[in-house]
């Protein structure tokens, strides 16, 4: 990895030009610095994925033929001919939300405690009514936010505005969030690495609009993954002090491609029986030995409602599903059963 002269002394910082192999400030860089702060970590991922995207371009001139060209048609017998295959592609790219919603009329004031480095609060808004998108939390300020929010001062916590929707991560909306790191996990200690919440899996929506929204519903305060939650807080606890619901609504786009009942209907079933009687952690009864009551017991991923929403998801799916999987070979959700640890 050493460098070529016409490469050298390109460094904003002038000690890292004297290493003879950028390897060495790297390995300091990483030992010293980990983890990055959200702004430096961002910025290597983007450019990881502009580099991924390149050596995909440049494999596909490499690896393709010109074809050979088609022998010239007659004017008289071109006819249009209607394209056959898969029109979904077209269909989220021809989609135009504008149609449907309305912007937000005013960004939201910032609230809560105030970060003594910056002298700013922490919670803060972009024009979409989303918190700041290369902002992530502590379990402490997510607490803050869930317990403190503005909008429970009007009919308490568990009627309140900022509802928490119990949702499934939708296929090929992209385009739908107001940014690129939108729909990341917002806990600061999210098991994934880059806080990627994937498509099937199951998420709490931070929502603090009205029943009556008029805008894209793509545009929330952020997201979290329901086994975070899970994770990190009393969530049964939770279910019972604040207004948490399964996703069921209808858009006036037509289909909610994020509703838990977008692939069985029985979802929402689910959720609602763990919202009503699943016991918070300090009345948990024990049912194996070593298991201990009032106290969240150290396997307790079987008691959670990402556990119950991942069982009745492979209970309900098409059997030739699972064949496809065990001919993969490949840790599929059949084997992590949505347990990112």
Known sequence: LGL?????????NAILNHFSSPVTPLR?????????EQQLQSALEEELQREKQQEFVAALQNNMASPAPAPPLSPRRIARVKKAGNKRPDNIRNFNPAEFYEPLQCRPASWGSINPDTGDQLFQYTEHGELNPLHSFTVGQIVEYIGKHPLHNHRGPKNSGLKLWVQTVPADSGRRYPDKFSDKCRFTDCPDHFRTIRKGE???CFEEHSTKRKTDPFHNAGYVHLYCIEKFLDFPQLCKEFNVLPDTRVFREGKNRMAITRDH?????IVRDFI???????????????????????????????????HEHLEKQPKHLQKIREMREGNSIDIHKNNLD
């Open 265 to 269: 209907e029985s979802m929402a079933g």
């Open 202 to 204: 199951f998420r709490i």
């Open 4 to 12: 070529d002269p016409a490469q050298e002394r390109q460094y904003l």
């Open 28 to 36: 300091v860089i990483d030992r010293v610095n980990f983890p990055f």
């Open 276 to 310: 009503g009687y699943s016991k918070p952690w300090q009345q948990f009864t024990p049912t194996r030995p070593e298991e201990v009551y009032g106290q969240r017991p150290a396997e307790y991923y079987q008691y959670t409602l990402s556990s119950a929403l991942t």
